[in-house]
């Protein structure tokens, strides 16, 4: 039996929404040190279109990713000063939960991987 990362009913805000102008997504959840940053997104469904995109991450889980006693190392190998269009490195939440060792997210029928 599977175990899924489940939304606590306590949680902190973490990172800020960035909009940017990628060619992938419009808006990301940014966690910034001085000058370097980490853009993390997340799929998301809308039901009324029934289409898939990739956006900022949800506040709950963004708190706990950065709460997570291996968020600083991911952080430092992975975070990168802005490009020259104003990007920073991107990592896709299911991608960072692993490298961190969390619980995954239970997982749609519409998810991409």
């Known amino acids: 039996m599977k175990y899924y990362y489940q939304k606590r009913e306590n949680w ?6 960035y909009q940017c102008d990628h060619p992938m997504y419009s808006r990301c959840t940014l966690f910034q040190n ?7 997104i997340q799929e ?11 956006s900022s991450v949800e506040p709950w889980i963004a708190g706990d990713i950065y709460l997570n ?10 975070a990168a000063e802005p490009d020259e269009n104003g990007l920073y490195p991107t990592v896709k939440l299911r991608k960072l939960m692993w490298a961190l060792r969390m619980k ?3 997982k749609e029928f519409w998810e991409e991987f």
């Open 12 to 17: 902190i805000s973490a990172g800020r929404i």
């Open 34 to 40: 001085e000058s370097k940053g980490l853009a993390i």
């Open 44 to 54: 998301k469904f809308n039901s009324i279109k029934k289409t898939r995109q990739w």
């Open 69 to 78: 006693p291996g968020f600083k190392h991911f952080f430092l190998e992975n």
């Open 104 to 106: 995954p997210l239970k």
